[in-house]
């Protein structure tokens, strides 16, 4: 789509880019709500958008455009910043909560007293303010074959387990490539994650499937979804290749993918978690209503 036509829609649909632009530095207000809510999404698929993607604009501002848009949930924010989104109706569908960053995770058993401490403190945090699922990494391999990877994972996670059970929060492990974005990381294929929560046996661990990391490490996305959906509490997207738009630029098509994940009767979310190629604020938010109206099946 072109630029003109991007600032238009915006202009037009979410009327979020006079605000956007007025927003001034030193003026730490949100942007301005007096408008109704727009809602017309088909809600077969819970959107979410992962802030990261969108760290130009202030989370204050995100948060009210994802209320303008009709979004009722946010991804990948730390318990500080949790009073924000709940200030604007939304769900953090993903928090963190305690991990120590992708490459150092459960499957190296000298973190495991850090980790337990630290999800041990959040998970009740999250629980307080009702959201329901926390993220969580295999680590690097670093030398690790996979079975003693597993072993590792089952030992630490078994730690925190009643925790999450008690406050009925799903620790989620994330599926990621190794070949392109992190490399030696463990936890990139799906069959290792699925073992994973066969191990653990508990409903309050689950996966979940980066669509974008997965298309590079192992393709056949929707046989995959259909066959382990019951192991996957989390979508997130982004275009193969270069996790930009996921529009007709890039090799998945998203509106057959969606489809799949609703005839499983998935009930969690789907995040948008690409980056736009657009360098204004305004181009960035169209670009996430575009793309979430693609996943609108």
Not at 95 to 107: A, E, F, H
Not at 179 to 202: I, N, P, Q
Request: aromatic content about 10%; charged content about 20%; some cysteine.
């Amino acid at each position: 789509m072109p630029k003109s036509t991007t600032r238009r829609e915006v202009l037009k649909t979410l009327m979020l880019g006079s605000a956007l632009m007025a927003y001034s530095p030193d003026r730490r207000s949100p942007l301005n709500l007096s408008s109704p809510q727009i809602n017309g999404w088909k809600n077969h698929i819970h959107h979410s958008a992962c802030y990261w993607c969108y760290q130009s604009i202030p989370l204050n501002d995100f948060c009210a455009a994802l209320q303008q848009m009709g979004l009722t949930a946010i991804d990948l924010l730390q318990p500080n910043q949790f009073a924000t989104a709940q200030k604007y109706g939304l769900e953090v569908a993903m928090c963190y909560g305690g991990d120590l960053g992708i490459p150092r995770g459960w499957n190296n058993p000298e973190l495991h007293d850090q980790l337990v401490k630290n999800y041990s403190e959040n998970i009740p945090i999250i629980a307080r303010y009702g959201f329901k699922h926390v993220i969580c990494f295999s680590g690097n391999r670093n030398g690790m074959d996979d079975e003693t990877g597993l072993r590792n994972c089952v030992k630490g996670l078994q730690r925190i387990l009643p925790v999450a059970e008690k406050y009925k929060v799903t620790i989620v492990m994330e599926l990621l490539n190794s070949k392109v974005d992190h490399h030696d990381y463990m936890c990139d294929h799906t069959a290792w994650g699925v073992e994973l929560c066969k191990r653990l046996d508990s409903e309050n661990f689950k996966l979940l499937y980066d669509i974008y990391h997965m298309q590079i490490m192992e393709g056949d996305v929707i046989r995959t979804i259909r066959q382990y959906h019951p192991y996957i509490a989390h979508f997130h997207t982004g275009g193969v290749p270069g996790r930009h738009e996921i529009d007709d630029t890039q090799e998945l098509y998203y509106p057959a993918i969606m489809r799949a994940i609703v005839e499983t009767g998935f009930q969690g979310h789907v995040a948008q978690e690409f980056v736009p190629r657009a360098s204004d604020n305004v181009g960035k938010l169209a670009a996430l209503k575009k793309c979430i109206q693609i996943c609108d099946v």
